[in-house]
């Protein structure tokens, strides 16, 4: 009898966990500009967090989303990654968003936000600086950049059920494109 009821409730688990929304994130535009040797990414988000994931950040767990561009074929592609941490400090009640560190770059002074809301339409209108490489790519190259949440910068207690449980799923399709002549 024992062993029944820890298995009813092992598969209530279960259903509870498949029944978890993941919430969503899309790459409305995306186009590469530059001249003169510099080179940055214009990218606009679409981004909704789950119950779980908006917890996290409304008790001041940072969330992290993963940009990752490449440009051209393999194997000659050439690639970036930058990162967009999103934060809550409960004190102040303020939002940020900032780029934080690639090697390159260093990351960026944080944007600051009253509410989740201003929080998350800055995300429609992001710009990352690209290194010299990318200003010189010829027209017609292929372009592709999806958004995902990095769940290694999550605290580790958050890691398991970011790679597991749905609710944590959060990652874009790709989006892709070609570079036009200047």
Same mark, same amino acid.
């Given at each position: 009898?024992?062993?029944?009821?820890?298995?009813?409730?092992?598969?209530?688990?279960?259903?509870?966990?498949?029944?978890? $929304?993941?919430?969503?994130?899309?790459? $409305?535009?995306?186009?590469?500009?530059?001249?003169?040797?510099?080179?940055?990414?214009?990218?606009?988000?679409?981004?909704?967090?789950?119950?779980?994931?908006?917890?996290?950040?409304?008790?001041?767990?940072?969330?992290? &989303?993963?940009?990752?561009?490449?440009?051209? $074929?393999?194997?000659?592609?050439?690639?970036?990654?930058?990162?967009?941490? &999103?934060?809550?400090?409960?004190?102040? $009640?303020?939002?940020?968003?900032?780029?934080?560190?690639?090697?390159? !770059?260093?990351? !960026?002074? /944080?944007?600051?936000?009253? !509410?989740?809301?201003?929080?998350?339409?800055?995300?429609?209108?992001?710009?990352?600086?690209?290194?010299?490489?990318?200003?010189?790519?010829?027209?017609?190259?292929?372009?592709?950049?999806?958004?995902?949440?990095?769940?290694?910068?999550?605290?580790?207690?958050?890691?398991? /059920?970011?790679?597991?449980?749905?609710?944590?799923?959060?990652?874009?399709?790709?989006?892709?494109?070609?570079?036009?002549?200047?």
């Amino acid at each position: 009898m024992l062993l029944v009821s820890v298995l009813a409730l092992a598969l209530a688990g279960c259903d509870a966990i498949r029944a978890q $929304r993941p919430g969503s994130l899309d790459v $409305r535009s995306a186009r590469l500009v530059g001249g003169g040797g510099v080179a940055a990414l214009e990218l606009g988000l679409d981004c909704r967090l789950s119950g779980p994931a908006q917890d996290a950040l409304e008790h001041g767990i940072p969330i992290t &989303l993963q940009v990752d561009l490449a440009a051209g $074929r393999w194997p000659r592609a050439q690639t970036q990654t930058r990162r967009v941490e &999103l934060r809550y400090f409960p004190l102040s $009640r303020r939002y940020q968003m900032r780029e934080t560190g690639s090697d390159e !770059t260093g990351g !960026t002074e /944080p944007r600051s936000f009253a !509410t989740p809301a201003y929080l998350f339409a800055a995300l429609g209108a992001l710009r990352f600086d690209l290194p010299s490489e990318f200003a010189g790519l010829p027209p017609a190259t292929p372009l592709r950049v999806t958004a995902r949440l990095d769940p290694a910068a999550l605290p580790g207690p958050l890691r398991l /059920p970011a790679l597991f449980e749905p609710a944590w799923r959060l990652a874009s399709p790709e989006y892709a494109w070609t570079l036009a002549a200047h």
